[in-house]
């Protein structure tokens, strides 16, 4: 069992993840991406000095893994500070409106 969990994605499909992000043909994408983007977000166009991530626009899903033409695609991939990374991949909008009008009485 991989030692990551992803309730979003079977088991299956995260073994092949790792798998995929550990291969040769990936490593060398996403060294020709950072050479060619000067290490720079393509977010906030900062210069990355610490951790990057080469991420994928179109995201990798069970259905479209082994098209190429979107895990290994130049033009799908989006150089960014790992800050703008995880802001992207992990905010959530809150909502602060409620979903039905309630009347309520304060006094």
């Given at each position: 069992?991989?030692?990551?969990?992803?309730?979003?994605?079977?088991?299956?499909?995260?073994?092949?993840?790792?798998?995929?992000?550990?291969?040769?043909?990936?490593?060398?994408?996403?060294?020709?991406v950072r050479r060619e983007r000067q290490m720079r977000c393509e977010v906030c166009h900062k210069l990355i000095k610490?951790?990057?991530?080469?991420?994928?626009?179109?995201?990798?899903?069970?259905?479209?893994?082994?098209?190429?033409?979107?895990?290994?695609?130049?033009?799908?991939?989006?150089?960014?500070?790992?800050?703008?990374?995880?802001?992207?991949?992990?905010?959530?909008?809150?909502?602060?409106?409620?979903?039905?009008?309630?009347?309520?009485?304060?006094?």
């Amino acid at each position: 069992m991989s030692r990551f969990f992803n309730p979003k994605h079977p088991q299956w499909f995260r073994d092949w993840q790792i798998k995929f992000y550990n291969s040769k043909p990936w490593k060398e994408l996403r060294d020709e991406v950072r050479r060619e983007r000067q290490m720079r977000c393509e977010v906030c166009h900062k210069l990355i000095k610490g951790k990057s991530i080469c991420d994928h626009k179109i995201e990798i899903t069970p259905d479209n893994y082994k098209d190429d033409r979107i895990t290994l695609n130049k033009d799908n991939i989006q150089l960014m500070h790992i800050e703008c990374h995880n802001t992207k991949t992990f905010y959530q909008p809150q909502e602060f409106e409620p979903k039905e009008k309630r009347n309520v009485n304060l006094f």
